[in-house]
């Protein structure tokens, strides 16, 4: 059973009414496109509706267009163990101050794919138990695959530390 695109909107629209769920088409997924506030009730719903039981969380990316809405683009993805199916859930944060809601509590794997969008590109995901960079050092500036990061930008260079002795650095 294929999920439709439009159904699945229509789904989550009565579901969580706050959502503003849009279908757009990808093909072989079911896709959607909600408002950023409602993305922990949307999933939540996605994972514990009988029907569609999208109960794996695959990833959490996202993109930067820099195009004249000033917004980056996050993308869930889904997949129900029973059908196969995947979803995918879209929504989009202002760039100029990227915050949205953890899903961390709902799928304990969004932890570190947040904190990688987090890293790469500087969505703050309120609520995160431990939202520090992951790939990159304490000190890096920036967020290095936005738009906005200048390519040629010289990072500060940083004593070097023991991994073992001192494996975290302190936070200032």
């Known amino acids: 059973?294929?999920?439709?695109?439009?159904?699945?909107?229509?789904?989550?629209?009565?579901?969580?009414?706050?959502?503003?769920?849009?279908?757009?088409?990808?093909?072989?997924?079911?896709?959607?496109?909600?408002a950023a506030a409602a993305v922990v009730d949307v999933v939540r719903f996605l994972r514990d509706d009988p029907d569609l039981a999208l109960r794996l969380f695959l990833d959490v990316t996202a993109v930067d267009y820099q195009d004249s809405r000033g917004q980056i683009e996050l993308i869930y993805v889904?997949?129900?163990?029973?059908?196969?199916?995947?979803?995918?859930?879209?929504?989009?944060?202002?760039a100029a101050a990227p915050r949205v809601a953890t899903i961390s509590h709902l799928f304990a794997g969004a932890n570190w794919a947040e904190r990688e969008v987090y890293d790469m590109f500087g969505v703050h995901f309120e609520g995160h138990p431990n939202m520090r960079r992951i790939l990159l050092y304490e000190e890096f500036q920036g967020h290095p695959l936005r738009k906005s990061y200048p390519y040629q930008k010289r990072q500060p260079l940083t004593p070097e530390r023991d991994p073992i002795a001192d494996p975290w650095p302190k936070k200032r």
């Open 1 to 34: 059973m294929a999920i439709n695109s439009a159904d699945l909107a229509a789904r989550v629209a009565a579901a969580v009414p706050s959502s503003g769920a849009e279908c757009f088409v990808t093909p072989g997924d079911g896709a959607i496109e909600i």
């Open 78 to 94: 889904l997949r129900s163990m029973v059908s196969g199916e995947r979803v995918l859930v879209k929504t989009r944060v202002d």
